[in-house]
């Protein structure tokens, strides 16, 4: 996750520049070993209103520095905090490479599930490792939790995401009758 109420987290560019720093590919292919299905966006597959059109977002250090200095960032260091287990240690050193290589520096924090999720509450780190399971098989759990700004920070969006436009959508998503249009209506929500 990352803190979008940070300041120099709160430029999309940086945000993107993060993403695009990431080889999501590998960690899937070599640390995942394939195991599980790669992320395409936010609604999991097998739920009405996935959609495997949206990719990951390609790994392109070059795109990612460019970003950083069009958003006039340099000599970036950030905090990383993760829940101390074997896999996301190894997740966690791969992005930290990752991330180095486009000039973000990483200070590592590791905690105890209950320090982790305060800390996250708090808003403390700049960056998480974490997850995220449906209560109910629903496109309305998969999005409305993590993006919509009453549910900062303890009911789902860790993330301190904030838009009125985007809790304008979703709200009016949740008022709708019709399945298909609901659906559609999250969909862009979060387009």
Known sequence: GVMCNKPVL???????????????????????????????GPVPPGIPGYRADIQPREHDPEKAKRLLAEAGVKDLTLTFWYREEALGQEMVQSIKGDLEKIGIKLVVVTRDL???????????????????????????????????????????????????????????????????????KYEKAID
């Open 10 to 40: 709160s430029d999309k560019r940086v945000r993107q520049a993060i993403a695009h720093g990431i080889n999501i590919k590998s960690i899937f292919e070599d640390l995942q070993k394939g195991r599980g299905e790669l992320a395409h």
């Open 114 to 184: 209950a320090s982790f999720r305060e800390a996250i509450w708090n808003g403390e780190p700049d960056l998480f490792f974490g997850s995220w399971w449906l209560d109910y098989p629903d496109v309305e759990n998969a999005v409305v939790p993590t993006f919509h700004s009453r549910n900062i920070p303890r009911q789902g969006n860790q993330c301190h995401f904030s838009d009125p436009e985007v809790d304008r959508l979703l709200e009016d998503a949740e008022h709708e009758p019709d399945e298909k249009v609901r659906i559609a």
